[in-house]
């Protein structure tokens, strides 16, 4: 098994900013891609940045230039620095991460509990 804890979240605001961390734990031969999504109340969860295993990184549009994803292998952690925070940024915020547990395996599927962000105006 594999587990994924979320740190760093709180409230801040506008214009501040914050620092997420995810630490993989458990088994674990490799971590393919890691991501952060995002679930605000009354929407569905979205893809905010993702690192892939060549360390290709992608955004969604509205925190391009804003936040920066990061992976360190070593630690099996990944990151979310956010940026010039806005209160729409404000949702609860889950670390993902697609796991190899042993070589010949195939990747599994992994998510954090979740760490609020909120951003007051």
């Known amino acids: 098994q594999v587990q994924l804890v979320e740190s760093g979240g709180g409230l801040v605001q506008a214009g501040g900013s914050l620092r997420l961390s995810c630490a993989a734990s458990?088994?674990?031969?490799?971590?393919?891609?890691m991501g952060w999504y995002r679930q605000a109340p009354g929407k569905q969860r979205e893809l905010v940045a993702q690192?892939?295993?060549?360390?290709?990184?992608d955004y969604v549009d509205s925190v391009k230039g804003r936040f920066i994803i990061s992976r360190d292998r070593a630690k099996n952690t990944g990151y979310l620095q956010m940026n010039k925070l806005k209160p729409e940024d404000t949702a609860v915020y889950y670390c993902?991460?697609?796991?190899?547990?042993?070589?010949?395996?195939?990747?599994?599927?992994?998510w954090g509990q979740g760490t609020q962000v909120t951003v007051s105006s």
């Open positions: 993902n991460a697609l796991v190899k547990q042993r070589w010949a395996e195939n990747e599994i599927s992994y």
């Open positions: 458990g088994t674990i031969f490799s971590i393919d891609a």
């Open positions: 690192v892939t295993n060549s360390d290709s990184t």
